[in-house]
């Protein structure tokens, strides 16, 4: 899909936030986590997931038709990039406390194929959260990973963006909007967009401009530009060849384009034919000779013999 699809499949929706359940963890002191570095992270936060079980759980969302686990090693990869994200790790640990509830409640805003060279993998399914505590609200990103038979599909990816003080709104003018970040039946996809701190490009780099203000999009373009050098990916953004090349067609828009193709060509070929009438009719006059002469005349003298060709067809 086009960032203009995504945009208009998503502009309207809202998501219902998930509420941290405290008392899984009231004999650990999870706010101890929140100045923790992410190699000091990993181990209490191993030990919180263990407890919960959040590793025998199978996850599901409505927009993804698979169940899904999420395992240790996946754990540890979100703990890792969790430091390249505004949310702590003691938002982390309140996460974990309802990351059921999470998964469950997300919006799919992007799916992409593999661009790493991972010959197994299928897609790659991003997904927005969040949950509301005390008068925020913490984005979650979420990502999950769809294997080819004989390798089990996972939630790779679970960290928190900036938080979000509510209620917000938001008065940007290209965005057009002023309706309140949190409404009666969740909060407005549309105003947590916007309200995304351009520190966590790296979620932005999935919404389409549409959503963002200037900033945003400066942050999400720099995130981009990282991966078209790591992997080459948005190559149309930064390859001119590709960037003006003629984008990717349904079935549908091919039929139609060909159609309106073979019409051009048809009246090209007829202006073709006139322009060749036209100019033999004026030779024979001038010359007072025989059509025939009149051809040889202009495939051998005033014509190259490709140009009378095309002429004639």
Same mark, same amino acid.
């Given at each position: 899909?086009?960032?203009?699809?995504?945009?208009?499949?998503?502009?309207?929706?809202?998501? #219902?936030?998930?509420?941290? *359940?405290? %008392?899984?963890?009231?004999?650990? !002191?999870?706010?101890?986590?929140?100045?923790?570095? +992410? /190699?000091?992270?990993?181990?209490?936060?191993?030990?919180?997931?263990?407890?919960?079980?959040?590793?025998?759980?199978?996850?599901?969302?409505?927009?993804?038709?698979?169940?899904?686990?999420? #395992?240790?090693?996946?754990? *540890?990869? %979100?703990?890792?990039?969790?430091? !390249?994200?505004?949310?702590?790790?003691?938002?982390? +640990? /309140?996460?974990?406390?309802?990351?059921?509830?999470?998964?469950?409640?997300?919006?799919?805003?992007?799916?992409?194929?593999?661009?790493?060279?991972?010959?197994?993998?299928?897609?790659?399914?991003?997904?927005?959260?969040?949950?509301?505590?005390?008068?925020?609200?913490?984005?979650?990103?979420?990502?999950?990973?769809?294997?080819?038979?004989?390798?089990?599909?996972?939630?790779?990816?679970?960290?928190?963006?900036?938080?979000?003080?509510?209620?917000?709104?938001?008065?940007?003018?290209?965005?057009?909007?002023?309706?309140?970040?949190?409404?009666?039946?969740?909060?407005?996809?549309?105003?947590?967009?916007?309200?995304?701190?351009?520190?966590?490009?790296?979620?932005?780099?999935?919404?389409?401009?549409?959503?963002?203000?200037?900033?945003?999009?400066?942050?999400?373009?720099?995130?981009?530009?990282?991966?078209?050098?790591?992997?080459?990916?948005?190559?149309?953004?930064?390859?001119?060849?590709?960037?003006?090349?003629?984008?990717?067609?349904?079935?549908?828009?091919?039929?139609?384009?060909?159609?309106?193709?073979?019409?051009?060509?048809?009246?090209?070929?007829?202006?073709?034919?006139?322009?060749?009438?036209?100019?033999?009719?004026?030779?024979?006059?001038?010359?007072?000779?025989?059509?025939?002469?009149?051809?040889?005349?202009?495939?051998?003298?005033?014509?190259?013999?490709?140009?009378?060709?095309?002429?004639?067809?």
């Amino acid at each position: 899909m086009t960032e203009e699809e995504r945009y208009n499949e998503l502009k309207d929706k809202t998501i #219902s936030p998930a509420h941290p *359940d405290m %008392s899984k963890v009231a004999d650990i !002191d999870v706010e101890s986590y929140r100045t923790l570095r +992410a /190699k000091d992270a990993k181990k209490p936060i191993r030990q919180l997931a263990h407890m919960l079980g959040i590793h025998n759980v199978n996850y599901s969302n409505s927009s993804i038709d698979f169940e899904f686990g999420f #395992s240790k090693g996946s754990l *540890d990869s %979100s703990i890792h990039h969790q430091k !390249d994200y505004g949310g702590n790790y003691n938002d982390y +640990a /309140k996460m974990l406390t309802c990351l059921d509830e999470l998964v469950n409640n997300a919006e799919l805003i992007e799916m992409h194929k593999d661009y790493k060279g991972n010959e197994y993998l299928q897609n790659t399914y991003v997904l927005l959260s969040a949950y509301a505590e005390d008068g925020y609200l913490y984005p979650v990103q979420l990502e999950v990973k769809q294997y080819n038979e004989g390798q089990s599909n996972g939630l790779y990816l679970s960290v928190i963006l900036t938080k979000i003080k509510e209620p917000a709104v938001v008065k940007e003018e290209h965005i057009k909007i002023s309706t309140p970040l949190v409404t009666g039946s969740g909060f407005s996809i549309t105003q947590l967009f916007a309200y995304v701190n351009p520190s966590d490009a790296k979620f932005l780099k999935y919404v389409p401009d549409q959503f963002l203000t200037d900033k945003q999009i400066d942050a999400k373009r720099q995130a981009q530009k990282i991966d078209y050098e790591k992997y080459g990916r948005y190559k149309e953004l930064f390859e001119p060849s590709v960037r003006f090349s003629i984008p990717e067609q349904t079935d549908g828009e091919y039929e139609t384009l060909l159609h309106e193709n073979e019409q051009l060509h048809e009246q090209v070929k007829a202006l073709r034919a006139e322009i060749y009438h036209f100019i033999k009719r004026i030779l024979l006059r001038k010359l007072w000779t025989s059509s025939d002469y009149v051809e040889h005349f202009l495939s051998d003298n005033y014509w190259d013999g490709k140009t009378f060709m095309k002429l004639k067809q």
